[in-house]
Nanobody, 116 residues
Framework: VQLQASGGGLAQAGGSLTISCAASGIPYRIWNLGWYRQASGKQRELVALINRAGDIQWGDSVQGRFRISRDNAKNTVNLEMNSLKPEDTAVYFC???????????WGQGTQVTVSS
C-alpha cells in the first residue's frame, strides 16, 4: 500500500503550489481521498477531502483559496493551493479512506513552506 505524494516545497506568500498524490496497492475501493496538514506544534487538521462522487469537504481556513480534483480511474488527487499564506506552512499528508472494508491510509507527508 502506498500513497505517494509529489510537489510541495517553498513558495512566497500570495503564490501558488500544487501537490499530488497517487494511491496504489489499496485492496478496497477508495471513497474519500484528500489531504490533511500538520503545522509544527499543532494538531493535524483537515485541508480537503473529495469523495468518489465528487463531493468536497473543506477545512475552515482554505476554502476559496485551494482547489481539489481527483481521477477515480487512476486513484490520484491534486491539491492546487492559491493565495498562499505563511500559516499554510505545514506537512501535508495524503489520506485515503475505503468503503466495503472501511480503512484509513496515510502518506508520509510532503512539506509546504510559505515565506512572507
Amino acid at each position: 500500500v502506498q500513497l505517494q505524494a509529489s510537489g510541495g516545497g517553498l513558495a512566497q506568500a500570495g503564490g501558488s503550489l500544487t501537490i499530488s498524490c497517487a494511491a496504489s496497492g489499496i485492496p478496497y475501493r477508495i471513497w474519500n481521498l484528500g489531504w490533511y496538514r500538520q503545522a509544527s506544534g499543532k494538531q493535524r487538521e483537515l485541508v480537503a477531502l473529495i469523495n468518489r462522487a465528487g463531493d468536497i469537504q473543506w477545512g475552515d481556513s482554505v476554502q476559496g483559496r485551494f482547489r481539489i480534483s481527483r481521477d477515480n480511474a487512476k486513484n490520484t488527487v491534486n491539491l492546487e493551493m492559491n493565495s498562499l499564506k505563511p500559516e499554510d506552512t505545514a506537512v501535508y499528508f495524503c489520506y485515503a479512506q475505503t468503503v466495503g472494508v472501511v480503512a484509513d491510509y496515510w502518506g508520509q507527508g510532503t512539506q509546504v513552506t510559505v515565506s512572507s
